[in-house]
C-alpha cells in the first residue's frame, strides 16, 4: 500500500507514524510526503497517528494507494500533563515526558503496578526480579539507567511504596527523563515517575466495584528426567569413562516399570501446585459538586504462592480517601488520608533454597522415608535439601512479616486578590510506617529407613531452634510552600513562574532480638533459653531543605524555552556546610 498523508491546508505532514493493526509491522512517512507499507491481506487496518492530530484507522479493502488527510486535534495539545510541582500543557513541553492514563494501567492483570506498565511507557524498563508474594522488587528503570524517584501525589516515596498502589486509586502517571527531571536534583538523576492519585469530580456519586481473578503459573519449566532415564545417563556415563555399568540391567527395569520400592520421583510435581490463584477487588465512591470533590476506595489483594503446602502467602488491604472543597471564591483546601496493611507469610527456608531442590535432587529419592509421610526422607545431593521438607512451615518454620502504613496531607491553595494568575499553596505530610517481622527457624527430623530392623533412624537439621522478632518504625514530615505565576500578555506571549520551598525530616527507630531454643515448646520469645541470646537496635534522623524554581515562556504555543533551578541543603554535611 502506498500514499501521501497531509493536513488539511495541502502540506505534508512529517514524520506520521503507520501501523498495520493487531501487528508489529509499521513505517513512518519519508521526507517526500509518501509512504509504503506491505500489509498481510486486504482485511488489514492501517492506523495512522502524529502528535497534535486526530489518530484515523482505515480498512485497506481493494485499494493499494490510500491518500490520507489528518485533522488537527486540539483536545490533545490542550492536555495537562503533570510535572514536577505543578502542570503544563502537553503542547507546550519542552522536554521528555511520557504519560499513561488510568484506563490504560488496567488494560492488564498483575499484583503490582509494575507489572502492569512493562510495556506501556516508552523509556521505561522493567524487569521482575522475584515471583515471590509480596516481595514487590521489580527492577524499574529509565532508559537504561539506575532506579528513579518516585513521587506520589507531590509527596517523596520508595519503589516499593509505589509498586503497592491499588492501580484503581490513580489518575495517571508520568515519566520525567532527562532535563524534566533536574527540578528534583541529585535524587533524579535517573528520571522520575510521578503518580497522581483520584480526586473526584463535580458529577453525581458514582459506587464502583472492580473485581480481578487471576490465574499464574510458571512461564516455561524444563521437563526433568524419570528415576530410568537417569540412571541410564549414570551408566553411560560411566561406559565413557572406562568403568563398568553401576545399574544392572534388572535394576534399570525395575526403576522403568516403577516396582515396589523402585517408584520414579517428580519433586517439582511433589513440590509445587500447577497454578496459583490471586485475587483484586476494589470498592470506591467518587463525586461531588461545585464545592466539594471527593474519592474514597477500598482494596484487597490476595497472592498465593505456587507452594503444595500452601504455606506462601500475601495479602494486603488498602484505604484512600481525597477530598477538595473550595472554601471560598479563592482558597481551597485538600485533605488526603492513605492507610495500607499488609501481611506476607512464607517458610522459613527462601524460595531460592526450596526451588534449588524441586529441580535438582535426584529422582531416585522419594520424600518420605519408606513411603510414610510421617517421616520425611533424610535427602541431599550436596547442594539442595528434601524440598517437600523445606517448604513446610511446620516443619522447618515460618517467616512472617507485619507492615503498617499510613499518610495524611493537608493543603491549602490562595489565588492572590490584586495580582492576576498567582497562587500561593502550601502542604503539610506526615507519614508513618511500623513494621513487624517474626521468624522461627526450627530443628527438625529427617530419616532414613532400616528395612533390617524396621526403624527410622534421625538425622537431626537446624539444631538449636531459633526465634527472630524485629521491628522498626519509620515516620516523615514534609512542608513544601509554593508560589505559581501564570499570565498571558497580549494574547500571544504565555509566561510561568514556580518558587517553591521545601523541608523533609525522616527519622526511624528499630530493634530486633533472638533467642534459642535447646527444647522448643512454643513460638514465644520468654520460653527460650537466655544464653546466646542476641539483640540490637538504631535510631537516625535525617533533614532536607530545598529552593526549587522554574521559568517558562511560549510565544503563541510555537517558540518555547523553559529554566529550571534547584538548590539543596542535606544532613550529610557539616552544619556549616549544608
Same mark, same amino acid.
Given at each position: 500500500i502506498t500514499g501521501c498523508i497531509k493536513d488539511k491546508s495541502d502540506e505534508p505532514l512529517p514524520g506520521v507514524n503507520i501501523v498495520a493493526k493487531g501487528t508489529s509491522l509499521g513505517v513512518i512517512r519519508d521526507a517526500d510526503g509518501r509512504y509504503s507499507i506491505h500489509v498481510p491481506d486486504r482485511? =488489514?487496518?492501517?492506523? /495512522? $497517528?502524529?502528535?497534535?492530530?486526530?489518530?484515523?484507522?482505515?480498512?485497506?479493502?481493494?485499494?493499494?494507494?490510500?491518500?490520507v488527510i489528518l485533522d488537527e486535534s486540539n483536545y490533545e495539545l490542550e492536555e495537562l500533563v503533570v510535572v514536577g510541582y505543578g502542570t503544563q500543557k502537553k503542547g507546550n513541553l519542552t522536554s521528555a515526558i511520557s504519560t499513561i492514563k488510568n484506563e490504560d494501567i488496567l488494560t492488564t492483570t498483575h499484583t503490582s503496578i509494575g507489572g502492569r506498565l512493562q510495556g506501556k511507557v516508552s523509556g521505561l524498563q522493567i524487569r521482575q526480579n522475584s515471583g515471590t508474594p509480596g516481595s514487590f522488587d521489580a527492577t524499574i528503570n529509565i532508559r537504561g539507567f539506575g532506579g528513579a524517584l518516585y513521587v506520589i501525589d507531590g509527596i517523596q516515596s520508595t519503589a516499593k511504596e509505589f509498586q503497592q498502589l491499588n492501580p484503581d486509586d490513580i489518575e495517571n502517571i508520568s515519566v520525567l527523563k532527562d532535563g524534566s527531571a533536574a527540578i528534583y536534583g541529585l535524587n533524579a538523576g535517573?528520571?522520575?515517575?510521578?503518580?497522581?492519585?483520584? *480526586?473526584?469530580?463535580?458529577? !453525581? =456519586? *458514582? /459506587? !464502583?466495584?472492580?473485581?480481578?481473578? $487471576?490465574?499464574? +503459573?510458571?512461564?516455561?519449566?524444563?521437563?526433568?528426567?524419570? =528415576?530410568?532415564?537417569?540412571?541410564?545417563? *549414570?551408566n553411560d556415563a560411566a561406559v565413557n569413562m572406562g568403568n563398568a555399568p553401576i545399574y544392572t540391567k534388572e535394576e534399570l527395569e525395575n526403576w522403568r516399570i516403577g516396582a515396589p520400592g523402585y517408584q520414579s520421583t517428580d519433586w517439582y510435581d511433589e513440590t509445587m501446585k500447577k497454578s496459583a490463584v490471586s485475587n483484586q477487588h476494589t470498592l470506591s465512591a467518587e463525586g461531588g459538586s461545585e464545592k466539594v470533590n471527593y474519592y474514597a476506595s477500598f482494596g484487597y489483594m490476595s497472592d498465593p504462592g505456587l507452594l503444595k503446602s500452601n504455606d506462601m502467602n500475601y495479602e494486603q488491604y488498602s484505604g484512600r480517601v481525597n477530598l477538595t472543597a473550595k472554601l471560598t471564591n479563592r482558597l481551597t483546601a485538600g485533605i488526603e488520608l492513605y492507610g495500607l496493611y499488609s501481611e506476607t507469610e512464607y517458610p522459613a527456608w527462601d524460595f531460592y533454597s526450596i526451588m534449588r531442590g524441586a529441580v535438582s535432587l535426584q529422582p531416585i529419592h522419594a520424600p518420605y522415608a519408606n513411603n510414610n509421610p510421617e517421616y520425611p526422607a533424610y535427602v541431599f545431593d550436596g547442594q539442595a535439601w528434601n524440598s517437600v521438607a523445606t517448604s513446610d512451615a511446620d516443619l522447618g518454620g515460618y517467616a512472617k512479616h507485619r507492615n503498617k502504613t499510613y499518610r495524611t496531607a493537608a493543603s491549602l491553595t490562595y489565588d492572590v486578590p490584586f495580582i492576576d494568575g498567582l497562587q500561593i499553596k502550601g502542604l503539610a505530610s506526615y507519614q508513618s510506617g511500623f513494621n513487624t517481622s517474626k521468624s522461627l527457624i526450627k530443628s527438625f527430623n529427617m530419616y532414613t529407613y532400616d528395612e533390617t530392623f524396621d526403624n527410622y533412624i534421625p538425622f537431626v537439621y537446624g539444631h538449636p531452634t531459633q526465634l527472630h522478632n524485629a521491628w522498626t518504625d519509620d515516620n516523615s514530615l514534609l512542608l513544601p510552600a509554593q508560589l505559581m505565576y501564570k499570565k498571558t500578555l497580549a494574547d500571544r506571549h504565555n509566561i510561568g513562574a514556580t518558587a517553591v520551598y521545601e523541608e523533609r525530616n525522616n527519622? $526511624? *527507630?528499630? +530493634? $530486633?532480638?533472638?533467642?534459642? /531454643?535447646q527444647f522448643y515448646t512454643i513460638d514465644q520469645m520468654d520460653f527460650g533459653d537466655t544464653d546466646n541470646q542476641k539483640n540490637g537496635g538504631n535510631e537516625g534522623e535525617e533533614g532536607y531543605r530545598s529552593l526549587v524554581g522554574r521559568a517558562t515562556y511560549d510565544y503563541m504555543g510555537k517558540y518555547m524555552l523553559e529554566l529550571a533551578a534547584r538548590y539543596d541543603g542535606s544532613y550529610r554535611y557539616h552544619p556549616d556546610k549544608r
Amino acid at each position: 500500500i502506498t500514499g501521501c498523508i497531509k493536513d488539511k491546508s495541502d502540506e505534508p505532514l512529517p514524520g506520521v507514524n503507520i501501523v498495520a493493526k493487531g501487528t508489529s509491522l509499521g513505517v513512518i512517512r519519508d521526507a517526500d510526503g509518501r509512504y509504503s507499507i506491505h500489509v498481510p491481506d486486504r482485511n =488489514a487496518i492501517l492506523v /495512522f $497517528s502524529y502528535i497534535g492530530y486526530t489518530t484515523q484507522e482505515i480498512i485497506i479493502g481493494n485499494r493499494s494507494l490510500l491518500d490520507v488527510i489528518l485533522d488537527e486535534s486540539n483536545y490533545e495539545l490542550e492536555e495537562l500533563v503533570v510535572v514536577g510541582y505543578g502542570t503544563q500543557k502537553k503542547g507546550n513541553l519542552t522536554s521528555a515526558i511520557s504519560t499513561i492514563k488510568n484506563e490504560d494501567i488496567l488494560t492488564t492483570t498483575h499484583t503490582s503496578i509494575g507489572g502492569r506498565l512493562q510495556g506501556k511507557v516508552s523509556g521505561l524498563q522493567i524487569r521482575q526480579n522475584s515471583g515471590t508474594p509480596g516481595s514487590f522488587d521489580a527492577t524499574i528503570n529509565i532508559r537504561g539507567f539506575g532506579g528513579a524517584l518516585y513521587v506520589i501525589d507531590g509527596i517523596q516515596s520508595t519503589a516499593k511504596e509505589f509498586q503497592q498502589l491499588n492501580p484503581d486509586d490513580i489518575e495517571n502517571i508520568s515519566v520525567l527523563k532527562d532535563g524534566s527531571a533536574a527540578i528534583y536534583g541529585l535524587n533524579a538523576g535517573n528520571g522520575v515517575i510521578l503518580v497522581t492519585t483520584k *480526586r473526584g469530580n463535580t458529577e !453525581k =456519586a *458514582r /459506587f !464502583k466495584y472492580s473485581g480481578t481473578v $487471576s490465574f499464574s +503459573s510458571p512461564t516455561e519449566m524444563p521437563q526433568m528426567m524419570n =528415576a530410568y532415564q537417569w540412571l541410564q545417563m *549414570r551408566n553411560d556415563a560411566a561406559v565413557n569413562m572406562g568403568n563398568a555399568p553401576i545399574y544392572t540391567k534388572e535394576e534399570l527395569e525395575n526403576w522403568r516399570i516403577g516396582a515396589p520400592g523402585y517408584q520414579s520421583t517428580d519433586w517439582y510435581d511433589e513440590t509445587m501446585k500447577k497454578s496459583a490463584v490471586s485475587n483484586q477487588h476494589t470498592l470506591s465512591a467518587e463525586g461531588g459538586s461545585e464545592k466539594v470533590n471527593y474519592y474514597a476506595s477500598f482494596g484487597y489483594m490476595s497472592d498465593p504462592g505456587l507452594l503444595k503446602s500452601n504455606d506462601m502467602n500475601y495479602e494486603q488491604y488498602s484505604g484512600r480517601v481525597n477530598l477538595t472543597a473550595k472554601l471560598t471564591n479563592r482558597l481551597t483546601a485538600g485533605i488526603e488520608l492513605y492507610g495500607l496493611y499488609s501481611e506476607t507469610e512464607y517458610p522459613a527456608w527462601d524460595f531460592y533454597s526450596i526451588m534449588r531442590g524441586a529441580v535438582s535432587l535426584q529422582p531416585i529419592h522419594a520424600p518420605y522415608a519408606n513411603n510414610n509421610p510421617e517421616y520425611p526422607a533424610y535427602v541431599f545431593d550436596g547442594q539442595a535439601w528434601n524440598s517437600v521438607a523445606t517448604s513446610d512451615a511446620d516443619l522447618g518454620g515460618y517467616a512472617k512479616h507485619r507492615n503498617k502504613t499510613y499518610r495524611t496531607a493537608a493543603s491549602l491553595t490562595y489565588d492572590v486578590p490584586f495580582i492576576d494568575g498567582l497562587q500561593i499553596k502550601g502542604l503539610a505530610s506526615y507519614q508513618s510506617g511500623f513494621n513487624t517481622s517474626k521468624s522461627l527457624i526450627k530443628s527438625f527430623n529427617m530419616y532414613t529407613y532400616d528395612e533390617t530392623f524396621d526403624n527410622y533412624i534421625p538425622f537431626v537439621y537446624g539444631h538449636p531452634t531459633q526465634l527472630h522478632n524485629a521491628w522498626t518504625d519509620d515516620n516523615s514530615l514534609l512542608l513544601p510552600a509554593q508560589l505559581m505565576y501564570k499570565k498571558t500578555l497580549a494574547d500571544r506571549h504565555n509566561i510561568g513562574a514556580t518558587a517553591v520551598y521545601e523541608e523533609r525530616n525522616n527519622w $526511624s *527507630r528499630n +530493634s $530486633s532480638l533472638m533467642r534459642e /531454643f535447646q527444647f522448643y515448646t512454643i513460638d514465644q520469645m520468654d520460653f527460650g533459653d537466655t544464653d546466646n541470646q542476641k539483640n540490637g537496635g538504631n535510631e537516625g534522623e535525617e533533614g532536607y531543605r530545598s529552593l526549587v524554581g522554574r521559568a517558562t515562556y511560549d510565544y503563541m504555543g510555537k517558540y518555547m524555552l523553559e529554566l529550571a533551578a534547584r538548590y539543596d541543603g542535606s544532613y550529610r554535611y557539616h552544619p556549616d556546610k549544608r
